[in-house]
């Protein structure tokens, strides 16, 4: 079963900005919160992860809690091609000596749709 | 620089037959995962190959069998079709052995009839 829980579905004016919220309140210390979405018709894409501290790249904003039970990623001016199901996944990551990647346990996801 | 490409993109099969599916990972990746996606569902881990080796294996029946070849390259073969493996199947590469994301393809959509 995933470890994460998200709103089954979401929406946002478009402009906006989209908060998508995720708990995971039984992560582990050295899982880090992945996010991924995926648009009608085509495979997940990767947008950002993070361990502990907050993370923003070219896509978003990571927000993880202090306690890291719960997270929350932003897309700071949502578009119409934004529209897409969100996945937060939590992972282990490999050892310094390397070893598995540690496969993504994907849940259903946020249905997130941006209108106009 | 190509991204993960897998083909066919689409392909009807009847029950009981076999079907291979195959892939290409991301330039300069070495490791080759494979999910299952049914209709309204999350993509479903089958396994993961690094060094022509099968390293991690999700729930799926030994009809599921895989193939990575020197070049990186992947094959999924499934064997004695069901109707419930109608799904997307979806490739997805990485590094071994680092903390870096899963690319992933769009995927090969089997229909069994």
């Known amino acids: 079963d995933a470890k994460t829980t998200q709103p089954t579905s979401m929406d946002c004016a478009e402009g906006r900005a989209a908060n998508l919220p995720c708990n995971h309140s039984?992560?582990?210390?050295?899982?880090?919160v992945y996010w991924y979405r995926q648009i009608h018709s085509q495979g997940p894409q990767y947008i950002i992860h993070g361990l502990k501290n907050n993370e923003t790249n070219e896509m978003a904003s990571l927000i993880i809690t202090e306690d890291r039970k719960s997270s929350t990623l932003i897309l700071p001016h949502a578009t119409l091609r934004d529209t897409a199901v969100y996945y937060c996944i939590v992972r282990v990551e490999p050892g310094v000596y390397g070893g598995s990647q540690g496969n993504l346990i994907f849940g259903k996801g946020t249905k997130l749709s941006v209108k106009p | 620089d190509a991204g993960v490409t897998q083909s066919p993109t689409h392909l009807i099969k009847t029950r009981g037959q076999q079907v291979t599916l195959r892939c290409s990972p991301k330039?300069?990746?070495?490791?080759v995962s494979w999910y299952q996606q049914a209709l309204g569902q999350g993509p479903q881990f089958i396994f993961q190959?690094?060094?022509?080796?099968e390293r991690q294996r999700g729930n799926f029946p030994d009809r599921f069998s895989g193939h990575q070849f020197p070049n990186y390259s992947s094959e999924l073969n499934v064997n004695a079709l069901l109707l419930g493996d109608s799904a997307l199947y979806l490739c997805?590469?990485?590094?071994w052995g680092r903390g870096s994301p899963l690319h992933f393809g769009n995927g090969t959509r089997l229909t069994v009839t």
């Open positions: 997805a590469s990485s590094f």
């Open positions: 330039s300069g990746h070495d490791t």
């Open positions: 190959y690094y060094e022509e080796e």
């Open positions: 039984t992560i582990s210390g050295n899982e880090y």
